[in-house]
């Protein structure tokens, strides 16, 4: 542990995250600006988007404003001339600087002082802020999801960006806010009542009152803007209107009692919000397990199902959750000595500084949260915030420390060979390269040297409508067991496809990772899961390929086989054998014996769980398509598979483990 390097990491960390920040001046904010210079040292850093503005054109000629207005206005008082200038360079930035619009106009009320101030921006909220500015200055609809830790004003930015807009940008144009209880929708409909009380007079009015005679609904008279504010608890108020705006606060909390009417309220609510610049929907919540309407929304928004702009804020982001450290390198020995090390290593791996780790050491052992709580109230990743029940098969700190191994794959692609079918599937096969292709590779097949036992193919039949099951392939290198190494996943197929034509695909992908042994997981052909008898298909095309492929996996006994008795192809998974190959790749990866480099599976692994009945699966609308085939590999490689051997000396030289797509 190298004490000093870490001490000016954490100095660097901590200079980035109190960085100077005003947004009177503009000075630290994370929008593209450009500087004006005024007077002296007194500079303003105005949004990019004010900078076509003619009268902004005008002064950029001079190197200040004072001497624009020196030559412009020669006559006259010069000062009054300059704040004249000024305060209209300002009144203009309402328009374009949020930030700016915020920190002058709206009061809140903080909670740590508990006291009226000035809305200025914390870090977190200028993370959520680049979302939607990003979506406005592209001219599209702002549509962004959040998850989020607590407390660091996420539901205040949301409301006041949209107060924003109405105030600004836009006419009639109205805000519906769903909060998931009654209390919840109190306090944030009180929020916007207290900014429109001291709304300054200079700047503009907001008179509100009760939209036809409704106690919970206003309306802005000056801007004709409508502010619905309810909760899932009565959620028949909204149904009446149609809104340009949608904020939908806790949605992970939404009652499961009134879960049906809370996914009508959404899909009623958000097709009433028009596809136009400045509309906007945004849902936020913390986490509340996994399967759950937020949650789902979450999945889609990550993996660009759907549009939303997905953004998570870590509880290290937040400035409440720090702790002051007295003597860096004790703090540190202190570190490296807890039992929960490991995970205390991964917080800093993602960017907690130590000041963040003290708290989180210091609140959860004096409020004696569990585990599960913290990731709950206080994730540092999205997999903690989901983290679903406290019966996981996956302990989090060892998903958390796998993850680290993870990255995007090198190629993503297809195989494509002379034909699809029997001897044709196995001549010139190469990989072409496809934006959509279900064939990842993080490492292609390696000829450089000749190793027996090396490469493990393992794959589970899912169906070919989009519906069904993913027809899954993972490929294991075992090449670096020959010199005391530990296995680790090279690639992944993933997709829907007619059964017949997936068996060959599983044959194809094993012929070209050097005709590795294939293990294709039978209890869907064995008990007739698939879509109505092709199970059996599948079946009798294994047995086609055997005749072309003869490196496949099987249960059988072999001095049976001798005997007459028909082979049984792959492995089978039932209540016996399940249990001991995901314990075994649970070891694998809580020991460090085997490395895992896509992230969807590890995103499997936190989704799995031991159900009420004891049996093991995934929580509720989640899948183990690929946990399943990797954890037959690894059982394979450690208790079935002979050690690899090389085989041929003719070249000494390891592996290459990043090789060009011309090579493949």
């Given at each position: 542990m190298d004490i000093p390097a870490l001490i000016l990491e954490n100095d660097r960390r901590n200079r980035e995250f109190y960085a100077p920040y005003d947004p009177e001046t503009g000075l630290g904010s994370p929008l593209a600006r450009f500087p004006l210079k005024v007077i002296g040292d007194h500079i303003l850093y105005l949004p990019e988007e004010m900078r076509e503005l003619e009268v902004i054109q005008e002064i950029l000629r001079f190197d200040s404003l004072l001497d624009f207005v020196a030559i412009t206005f020669p006559q006259g008082d010069m000062g009054a001339k300059l704040e004249e200038s000024l305060k209209e360079i300002n009144q203009r930035r309402f328009h374009y600087?949020?930030?700016?619009?915020?920190?002058?106009?709206?009061?809140?009320?903080?909670?740590k002082s508990m006291q009226l101030i000035p809305l200025k921006l914390r870090q977190a909220q200028r993370k959520l802020l680049m979302s939607f500015e990003r979506q406005r200055l592209e001219g599209i609809p702002i549509r962004t999801i959040v998850c989020k830790a607590r407390q660091w004003g996420g539901?205040?930015?949301?409301?006041?960006?949209?107060?924003?807009?109405?105030?600004?940008?836009r006419e009639n144009w109205h805000i519906a806010v769903v909060a998931h209880l009654d209390d919840a929708a109190k306090h944030i409909r009180g929020m916007y009542v207290r900014?429109?009380?001291?709304?300054?007079?200079?700047?503009?009015?907001?008179?509100?009152a009760p939209y036809e005679r409704s106690s919970k609904n206003l309306l802005c008279k000056e801007k004709g803007c409508i502010l619905g504010v309810g909760s899932v608890e009565n959620p028949d108020q909204f149904h009446s209107y149609s809104y340009a705006m949608c904020h939908l606060s806790e949605l992970g909390r939404w009652s499961e009692t009134t879960k049906k009417s809370a996914n009508e309220l959404v899909q009623a609510l958000r097709p009433t919000v028009p596809d136009v610049p400045y509309s906007m929907i945004v849902m936020e919540s913390t986490a509340n397990g996994r399967g759950n309407l937020f949650h789902n929304e979450w999945q889609a928004?990550?993996?660009?199902?759907?549009?939303?702009?997905?953004?998570?804020v870590a509880w290290f982001e937040i400035d409440l959750y720090m702790r002051p450290v007295k003597d860096y390198a004790k703090f540190l020995e202190k570190i490296d000595h807890h039992p929960k090390r490991e995970y205390y290593w991964t917080l800093w791996m993602k960017g907690a500084t130590l000041e963040a780790i003290n708290w989180y050491m210091y609140f959860q052992a004096g409020e004696n949260l569990s585990d599960l709580q913290m990731f709950r109230q206080y994730p540092s990743d999205a997999e903690e915030a989901f983290s679903s029940t406290g019966h996981r098969v996956f302990s989090p700190l060892v998903t958390a420390r796998a993850r680290l191994n993870c990255y995007p794959p090198l190629f993503k692609g297809q195989l494509f060979a002379k034909g699809q079918k029997e001897k044709d599937a196995f001549i010139d096969i190469r990989f072409d390269s496809t934006p959509n292709g279900a064939l990842w590779i993080w490492d292609p097949p390696d000829t450089s040297i000749k190793v027996s036992n090396r490469y493990v193919i393992i794959a589970d039949i899912g169906g070919k409508n989009d519906d069904a099951d993913f027809s899954t392939i993972r490929v294991l290198d075992r090449f670096f067991l020959t010199q005391a190494g530990i296995p680790e996943a090279v690639a992944t197929w993933k997709s829907h496809l007619d059964q017949d034509l997936f068996a060959w695909v599983c044959a194809?992908?094993?012929?070209?990772?050097n005709k590795g042994l294939l293990i294709i997981?039978?209890?869907?052909?064995?008990?007739?899961?698939?879509?109505?008898?092709?199970?059996?298909?599948?079946?009798?095309?294994?047995?086609e390929i055997a005749n072309y492929y003869s490196n496949l996996y099987t249960r059988t006994d072999p001095g049976k086989i001798r005997e007459g008795l028909p082979v049984q192809w792959g492995f089978h998974t039932n209540r016996h054998t399940k249990p001991l190959v995901v314990n075994t790749l649970n070891a694998a990866l809580r020991d460090e014996d085997y490395i895992e480099r896509d992230s969807r599976v590890i995103d499997e692994c936190d989704q799995f769980e031991i159900k009420a009945n004891g049996k093991m699966g995934a929580v509720e609308n989640c899948h183990d398509d690929l946990l399943m085939p990797t954890a037959i590999g690894v059982w394979a490689s450690e208790y079935y598979m002979d050690a690899p051997k090389v085989i041929s000396e003719e070249k000494k030289r390891p592996p290459k483990r990043r090789r060009t797509e011309a090579s493949l």
């Open positions: 600087d949020f930030e700016y619009w915020a920190f002058k106009t709206i009061i809140i009320q903080d909670k539901s205040t930015l949301s409301e006041i960006y949209m107060m924003w807009i109405q105030q600004v940008h900014a429109a009380k001291y709304y300054p007079e200079e700047v503009g009015t907001i008179t509100l928004a990550v993996s660009e199902v759907s549009r939303y702009d997905a953004i998570f194809q992908v094993a012929f070209w990772y997981e039978s209890n869907s052909m064995d008990t007739e899961e698939l879509e109505g008898s092709e199970g059996d298909q599948f079946l009798t095309v294994l047995n």
